[in-house]
């Protein structure tokens, strides 16, 4: 397979609106670092979110000579910046979707997540707007079918966010070439579709906010310093050695090699930051109080839960469904002051993007 394979023939479509929703997720094997246009340099593995989303709604009609491509408002107001990364995208998919070129488009996006939450949106945002465009090709082309439809939207979703690759389906989403799975590419995520212990259906993720400010380190940045990293070489081998034990374990319901993989999977990619040129900290104290606090409570109170992180201070626990009551107790009695404004938000995994009108 190449690129070409997604590249759709020119058309006029007539004028129409569409609105759909896509959730966020969380990676369990990091994707950090990346070649050429958007390619990971190791394979990922990611639970899909259910709360956490991006609504996006489009109308569109046909474009006038000159007209602009397209007009974006964030929650009903315009957005400088997120306007400029949706330019961008759109000149990056323009080869595949040829078809945009025809069209004016009234983009209208929010998140379901407090905005000021330090959560990143951008999976949620690209893969929701990708779904939108790919929808409009499908209606168009009779011969796509419901697999080609959703590899493209995880294609054209993964040029604007890398992880937003991930978003499209659920519960469970592999991205990345890789000898553990044999349906994995490097152009679009899939759904893992092997057997998920029934230890992990409905699990959850309570997301602890230990700082709302936007990051102060994008992940286009942090993906670079991956290029020249000293340790590339070792970090790629132990993303596949950690992909394999945890698709065992997924299958398995090994829990304790499950915290095991996703906590080291964690801590490396803050320790590859750290160990960059120039070494870059994005976690705070907070983060690391939080951390041992949950591993006492672990240890304690028999509880399989564990933590993740994304490349920034707040953390996400991951737990079993019958735990939630017994967890979210504990955090409010010892987590809750770390969090800014004590805010937690409490998620589970889903199943990813829908198409909520067309
Ligand atoms: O999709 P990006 O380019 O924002 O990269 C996100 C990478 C991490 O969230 C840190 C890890 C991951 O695999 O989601």
């Known amino acids: 397979?190449?690129?070409?394979?997604?590249?759709?023939?020119?058309?006029?479509?007539?004028?129409?609106?569409?609105?759909?929703?896509?959730?966020?997720?969380?990676?369990?094997?990091?994707?950090?670092?990346?070649?050429?246009?958007?390619?990971?340099?190791?394979?990922?593995?990611?639970?899909?979110?259910?709360?956490?989303?991006?609504?996006?709604?489009?109308?569109?009609?046909?474009?006038?000579?000159?007209?602009?491509?397209?007009?974006?408002?964030?929650?009903?107001?315009?957005?400088?910046?997120?306007?400029?990364?949706?330019?961008?995208?759109?000149?990056?998919?323009?080869?595949?979707?040829?078809?945009?070129?025809?069209?004016?488009?009234?983009?209208?996006?929010?998140?379901?997540?407090?905005?000021?939450?330090?959560?990143?949106?951008?999976?949620?945002?690209?893969?929701?707007?990708?779904?939108?465009?790919?929808?409009?090709?499908?209606?168009?082309?009779?011969?796509?079918?419901?697999?080609?439809?959703?590899?493209?939207?995880?294609?054209?979703?993964?040029?604007?966010?890398?992880?937003?690759?991930?978003?499209?389906?659920?519960?469970?989403?592999?991205?990345?070439?890789?000898?553990?799975?044999?349906?994995?590419?490097?152009?679009?995520?899939?759904?893992?579709?092997?057997?998920?212990?029934?230890?992990?259906?409905?699990?959850?993720?309570?997301?602890l906010i230990i700082d709302d400010k936007i990051k102060h380190l994008s992940s286009s940045d942090g993906h670079k310093k991956m290029i020249n990293h000293p340790f590339l070489n070792d970090r790629k081998n132990q993303a596949r050695n950690n992909l394999k034990r945890i698709i065992n374990a997924i299958s398995n319901g090994d829990l304790q090699v499950f915290i095991e993989v996703v906590e080291e999977e964690a801590m490396t990619l803050h320790a590859l930051m750290m160990s960059s040129h120039p070494p870059t900290v994005l976690i705070k104290s907070q983060t690391l109080e939080v951390i041992k606090l949950l591993k006492n409570f672990r240890e304690k109170e028999k509880v399989p839960i564990c933590f993740t992180l994304d490349a920034g201070p707040n953390v996400h626990l991951l737990y079993p469904e019958k735990y939630k009551l017994k967890v979210i107790k504990f955090i409010e009695q010892k987590l809750m002051h770390y969090c800014q404004n004590n805010l937690f938000i409490n998620d589970s995994i889903g199943l990813g993007t829908k198409l909520l009108e067309f």
Not at 188 to 205: E, M, P, R, T
């Open 1 to 207: 397979m190449d690129e070409s394979t997604f590249i759709s023939k020119n058309f006029k479509p007539k004028g129409g609106k569409i609105i759909c929703e896509s959730p966020s997720n969380i990676a369990l094997i990091k994707y950090w670092g990346k070649y050429g246009l958007q390619f990971p340099i190791n394979p990922s593995i990611s639970f899909t979110l259910s709360n956490c989303k991006t609504i996006t709604s489009i109308e569109y009609c046909p474009r006038s000579k000159g007209q602009e491509r397209f007009n974006f408002l964030y929650d009903g107001k315009t957005k400088k910046s997120f306007e400029n990364k949706i330019g961008k995208f759109f000149n990056r998919i323009s080869s595949f979707c040829p078809y945009l070129e025809n069209l004016f488009l009234k983009i209208n996006s929010k998140n379901t997540f407090p905005h000021s939450s330090g959560i990143a949106s951008s999976a949620s945002a690209f893969s929701s707007l990708a779904f939108c465009v790919v929808s409009i090709e499908k209606r168009y082309n009779e011969k796509m079918t419901e697999q080609n439809f959703l590899n493209k939207v995880s294609f054209i979703a993964r040029l604007g966010s890398g992880s937003g690759s991930r978003s499209i389906s659920g519960p469970l989403m592999i991205w990345g070439e890789n000898e553990f799975h044999s349906e994995s590419s490097n152009f679009f995520a899939v759904n893992f579709g092997k057997k998920i212990h029934s230890l992990f259906k409905n699990y959850q993720n309570t997301i």
